[in-house]
């Protein structure tokens, strides 16, 4: 499982696609999403502006990964 660190309380899922690197567009992304290739802990998720959290964990095929904040400590 691949962990995406994010600076910020939420990320989308269109965004955090984008941010890892699986969809190369927003284009890609919201096409990964509308044919049902992404799950949402564990359900179906179509919904491309769905917000995501720290301990969220996105599944595609092949791929794993958990939402977690990056360590802002200096």
Do not use: H, W
């Amino acid at each position: 499982m691949d962990k995406i660190e994010i600076t910020t309380e939420t990320i989308t899922l269109e965004g955090l696609l984008k941010f890892s690197g699986i969809a190369e567009t927003g284009g890609a992304a919201k096409q990964m999403i509308r044919d049902g290739l992404v799950l949402v802990n564990g359900a179906p998720c179509t919904q491309r502006g769905r917000k995501l959290r720290q301990g969220d964990r996105v599944f595609l095929p092949q791929r794993e990964i958990e939402v977690v904040y990056a360590d802002q400590d200096p």
